[in-house]
């Protein structure tokens, strides 16, 4: 099992940046790709941006630019960078990992999930 904890939600400004992280405890972190949704209110959740085990990233358009996603093995950590923050921006924003070699990491279809951290951008 492994269990994902993210921190660093907060209420910023818009232009401004923040970083999210998210610690993962329970088993070999190098062995999975991470990812990163984020669900507003009244929407469905979406994809924002992942990392695979190779270090290749891949980010939504609407972040792509602003956001950077990275991770760091030796302390079981990934990361989302978020600069140039935008109101729309505002949700809670979700942690996730699976396995390498399972899929796309586009999909939703992620073994395990964060509880959600919120982030609120104002203008």
């Known amino acids: 099992q492994l269990q994902l904890v993210e921190s660093g939600g907060a209420l910023a400004q818009a232009g401004g940046s923040w970083r999210l992280s998210c610690a993962a405890f329970?088993?070999?972190?190098?062995?999975?790709?991470w990812g990163w949704f984020r669900q507003a209110p009244g929407k469905e959740r979406e994809f924002v941006a992942a990392?695979?085990?190779?270090?290749?990233?891949y980010y939504a358009d609407s972040v792509k630019g602003r956001f950077t996603i990275s991770r760091d093995n030796a302390k079981s950590t990934v990361y989302l960078q978020m600069n140039s923050l935008k109101p729309e921006d505002t949700a809670v924003y979700y942690c996730?990992?699976?396995?390498?070699?399972?899929?796309?990491?586009?999909?939703?279809?992620?073994?395990?999930w964060g509880q959600g951290t919120q982030v609120t951008v104002s203008s």
């Open positions: 329970g088993r070999t972190f190098s062995s999975y790709a």
């Open positions: 996730a990992a699976r396995p390498k070699y399972s899929g796309s990491v586009y999909k939703m279809d992620y073994a395990y």
């Open positions: 990392i695979r085990e190779s270090r290749s990233t």
